[in-house]
């Protein structure tokens, strides 16, 4: 299918390819359902209904998108077709698909329909400033997606209209050469490639992380969620431990994460970031770069969130890359591509506000860590030098190298040795959480045993007083067995279970009262009355108490549906 085709008299037509970014974003989509309805497919495997469900769905989704790419693309049909009096493109955002040169100001580049766009700024009085409501395109800046078309055509179609708009407005089509941005972005690119054709340690750090994740989900992890011991046992971030003596801890964190989307979330954002960072400044450097954020976060952890959780997670060492990368790119503005410096101050900028912004909103995420990453990972990235200029790049890594390391080492240090003593010992937390599981299972058990003596007598399979022997004789050691068990638990200062647990015991104890007191039998009748009635009525009152907050309790802690 061809990309370009010279028409007679001179015009020159650019039509869509297979090699365009809407084209490959279509690819890529694809490829996202697929992978997404297996991951579903897994998930769901009890479940034939919903899968079949998220299939159809997502074959909805690709359905439309293909339906959508194909009427941007046109393809075999020209795109945009250029004379020497006029450009003609059917996906101009413009009511008029026709616009002569005679009449546009300037063409310039600029961020627009989901990525790059030409805009033909018209000439003043032409046409409304204002900007559409919903579009918040301006009449007076008709745009052409550059997104429709292949690389090279991007380029060539640039040059061939700022040539054609030059001639017919000057008259001339020689002379100084016109400038195209995105030439020099591509030839910038090339160059950042060429420093590091393959980025081996940004790989690396992602193949760990997956590595790691992978041999979790070997133990007994899920896909979604991974339980809070085995985080901690696979080297989590928890202040009480790391305060302890296990300092590995916080470099452990930065492998460990909590889930599929956990990781994939941050693998993403290493790669995206990562592959520029590490070609900027070099490998040995960006692995300083990267280990320091890493530790800076779990280092402001122990001050948050690491103080009463576990706290896992590459986030910190990433939000410390995407640092780095604005520090590189605010110093050196000037002599970067344009585009290419508005979009990574721009995109990466708007990450990180919008990542913090979330973070600070939303339950359950460490945002000190991410702070702590950030900061870092700034904080290096100044001192530490890019190899835009290789000569002085040579010439200053070595002692960059190890002022960035003291900077690093003092900031981590400095947070490690002011961060407060740990309000939940999460260690001591989860080596109890397992007893606390047999106990209370011992508990259900032991209150099943009485109630089905209670049914038993209701049914007449036995006697009140058969029940009454039975629950001095059978029952109250039960439960004075359970609450020296209870009494024995540790749990820990601060520990969130020892109101239930303390609850537990208490209800445990006045079982235990009520079943071992004495009663008086009266055989002729048949009945059976407590030997002090009144001290009865207060257990009993108690007991009601008590278990209306271990229901509380449970409703609280219930997981949402």
């Known amino acids: 299918m061809p990309e370009l085709k010279v028409l007679r008299g001179g015009a020159v037509a650019f039509f869509a390819t297979e090699q365009s970014p809407l084209a490959r974003n279509r690819k890529h989509i694809w490829l996202g359902l697929v992978l997404g309805t297996l991951l579903s497919a897994f998930l769901s495997r009890d479940s034939p209904g919903g899968l079949w469900a998220v299939v159809l769905v997502g074959l909805l989704i690709g359905l439309w998108t293909e339906v959508g790419v194909r009427r941007q693309l046109k393809f075999g049909q020209a795109l945009a077709t250029l004379t020497d009096e006029a450009i003609e493109a059917p996906r101009l955002s413009a009511a008029d698909k026709r616009l002569r040169w005679c009449d546009i100001d300037h063409i310039e580049v600029a961020p627009g329909h989901g990525g790059r766009a030409i805009v033909f700024v018209l000439k003043p009085g032409l046409a409304s400033n204002r900007r559409a409501f919903l579009t918040g395109s301006r009449p007076s800046r008709p745009m052409l997606a550059l997104s429709l078309f292949a690389p090279a055509d991007q380029e060539r179609l640039l040059d061939e209209a700022r040539r054609l708009h030059r001639l017919a407005n000057t008259g001339k089509a020689d002379g100084l050469p016109v400038s195209n941005e995105l030439a020099e972005e591509r030839v910038f690119h090339e160059r950042l490639v060429a420093l590091a054709p393959v980025p081996w340690l940004t790989y690396g750090l992602i193949a760990a992380n997956v590595l790691v994740w992978l041999l979790m989900l070997g133990e007994g992890s ?9 985080l901690l046992d696979w080297g989590g971030n928890a202040a009480s431990e790391v305060q302890k003596g296990q300092w590995w801890r916080m470099a452990s964190a930065m492998f460990v994460h909590g889930g599929l989307v956990h990781l994939a979330a941050n693998m993403f954002g290493l790669y995206a970031a990562g592959t520029l960072v590490e070609r900027i400044y070099g490998a040995a450097p960006f692995a300083l770069l990267y280990c320091g954020a890493g530790l800076a976060g779990s280092a402001l952890s122990l001050h948050f969130a690491a103080q009463s959780a576990v706290s896992v997670g590459a986030s910190g060492a990433v939000f410390g890359v995407a640092g780095a ?12 591509p344009q585009f290419f410096r508005t979009q990574m101050l721009g995109g990466v900028g708007f990450y990180v506000v919008y990542s913090l912004m979330q973070g600070f909103g939303t339950q359950g995420i460490d945002n000190a860590a991410h702070v702590g990453g950030l900061l870092g990972g700034a904080l290096v990235a100044a001192v530490l030098p890019e190899r835009f200029d290789l000569t002085r790049y040579a010439a200053a890594i070595g002692p960059r190298s190890v002022v960035a390391a003291a900077v690093a080492g003092v900031l981590i240090v400095g947070m490690v040795a002011t961060a407060p003593v740990a309000t939940l010992d999460q260690g001591r937390m989860i080596r109890t959480d397992k007893t606390l599981q047999v106990l209370f299972r011992l508990f259900d058990k032991t209150v099943a045993a009485m109630v089905a003596d ?3 007598v209701t049914a007449g399979r036995m006697s009140l007083i058969e029940a009454d022997e039975r629950s001095r004789t059978v029952h109250a050691p039960a439960f004075r067995d359970l609450l020296v068990q209870l009494d024995a638990a540790d749990l820990g200062r601060n520990d969130p279970r020892a109101p239930f647990v303390e609850d537990l015991r208490q209800l445990t104890a006045l079982f235990a009262e009520s079943l071992a007191m004495a009663s008086v039998v009266d055989v002729e009748r048949g009945q059976v009355t407590p030997a002090d009635p009144a001290r009865m009525d207060k257990i009993q009152r108690d007991i009601e108490i008590v278990n209306q907050r271990l229901k ?9 549906r």
């Open 222 to 230: 899920m896909l979604t969620t991974t339980p809070v011991p085995t």
């Open 325 to 336: 990368l604005m520090v590189a790119v605010a110093q050196h503005r000037r002599a970067l």
């Open 454 to 456: 209670g049914e038993a």
């Open 552 to 560: 509380d309790y449970a409703a609280k802690v219930r997981p949402a």
